[in-house]
């Protein structure tokens, strides 16, 4: 149990569906974090919000949509996805926004494939 | 660009013996670093961290050494045993404001042969 819960934990969609993430965080932090993990590659930072304020956006295109409406949950909104959108979809969390020496705690993660 | 990278993709090592992993980064103002560890299915679970101004940081079977003379730091596992199968990789923070900065290493794939 780390504490950041993610549903659901697989997901198989079309690439004309509209689905969405759910991330749930029970630590009491303030900062939440949507990230990709492909294959062989390192973790790549999608969104970062603070206090369900957006702080970070980082160039992902517009199929993905977050929402965060309040500081404990957090969605990734799908929609027209592509194959290489397939990848582990993971929701972190962290007491504030950086700067350096807060921990980020990670959430199990969503596996998304798209056909 | 900044880069942070895993000496070794993969790592086998004998029950019972310790494991050394090792991780470079690139930027000299990363002040500080935490190792994830990640096994099949799941998401990245918290094992240490430390600052930079600390040269060894230990916990439970877990060390933690960093060299920033060489931009090097290393996790080193204790008496490894068969739950320590995962995929290991450290994070760098490059001393800015912005989430963005951290950086990421790709991963050291940890067997363990009994």
């Known amino acids: 149990e780390t504490g950041v819960t993610q549903t659901p934990r697989h997901l198989v969609m079309g690439m004309t569906n509209k689905k969405s993430l759910k991330c749930e965080q029970h630590l009491g932090h303030n900062a939440m974090y949507w990230y990709k993990q492909s294959a062989k590659k390192p973790l790549e930072l999608m969104f970062v919000y603070n206090f369900k304020e957006q702080t970070e956006n980082n160039s992902v295109p517009s199929r993905f949509s977050p929402e965060c409406p309040n500081s404990s949950h957090l969605f990734l909104h799908l929609h027209t996805l592509q194959p290489e959108d397939s990848a582990l979809y993971l929701c972190a969390s962290s007491q504030t926004p950086l700067p350096a020496g807060n921990t980020i705690y990670f959430g199990e993660g969503s596996w998304l494939t798209v056909v | 660009g900044e880069s942070v990278g895993l000496h070794l993709p993969t790592l086998s090592v004998q029950e019972g013996d310790n494991s050394i992993i090792n991780c470079a980064y690139s930027n000299s103002a990363s002040d500080y670093f935490i190792w994830y560890k990640q096994e099949s299915g799941k998401g990245p679970q918290f094992i240490i961290d430390?600052?930079?101004?600390?040269d060894k940081r230990q916990g439970q079977r877990v060390t933690v050494l960093l060299n920033k003379t060489v931009k090097h730091l290393s996790l080193q596992i204790a008496a490894t045993q068969p739950g320590d199968s995962a995929v290991y990789f450290c994070a760098a923070w490059g001393g800015y404001s912005s989430a963005s900065k951290i950086i990421f290493g790709s991963g050291t794939r940890l067997s363990i042969r009994p």
């Open positions: 430390i600052r930079s101004n600390m």
